[in-house]
């Protein structure tokens, strides 16, 4: 990997190390770019308390974009740094998002649909499931993410964790896919997932993908400054993007917010 775009600091709760100590790991193990995309901040407009333990809190979202900027500036030499957020598309909530990440410079975003709706009394996107209404609504709401042309590319598409029948699967997760492919939005095959051992990236997802002929970019999904050296999640990436054909891309261009 020469790139990754996919990382979290501490200011989300649940990832650990600074932001130079990312930084300097990230030039160490041959990365040419660093994205920084920490979970994006969201005002719900009312007094229902904030998942503070999932994401940083709007106060919070200065200092992280000028912490990356001065890391930017102070490695330059060495790394291209850029700063960025990985967000839900929440459409009550969207616009008002998009003028705060504005407003403090945030370069990019990747889509990581955590939950569906506009997430307050909304299930998890990654919570077993075998309803297709579930799975159909993670699509529908993707799908018109990646219509407004704003995300860079989109983080554990298959996070959606449907244990339901293979034809329902492929007939929601092919329209996902080809959403993808018309809005020219690379999907992420995530190495955390790999790490970690969970349900994602998985091969049923990733075939359909291959099939309709998706680019993909491989995403560290870093919550610590060792993950970089992660080479066992890294090669069983590339072996599934050699088995099914997937066109893998090194780089992603950055679409401004």
Known sequence: MIANYHSHTTRCGHAKGTEREYVENAIRAGLQI???SDHTPYDFFDSTPRNRPMRMMPEELPDYAQTIRALALEYREQIEIHCGVEAEYYPRYFSRTLELLRQNGVEYMILGQHSLGNEIGEPYSGRRTTEEAILARYVDQTTEALHT????????????????????????????CRAAKETNTPLEINLLGLWEGIHYPGERFFRIAAEEG?????????????AFFDMESEERALEMVKKYGLPLLETVPLRPI
């Open 34 to 36: 660093l994205g920084f």
């Open 149 to 176: 042309g704003l995300f860079s590319y989109f983080a554990h598409p298959d996070l959606i964790r449907y244990e339901g029948e293979d034809p329902i699967y492929e007939k929601h997760m092919r329209r996902l």
């Open 214 to 226: 998706n680019p993909v970019i491989l995403g560290r999904d870093a919550h610590e400054p060792e």
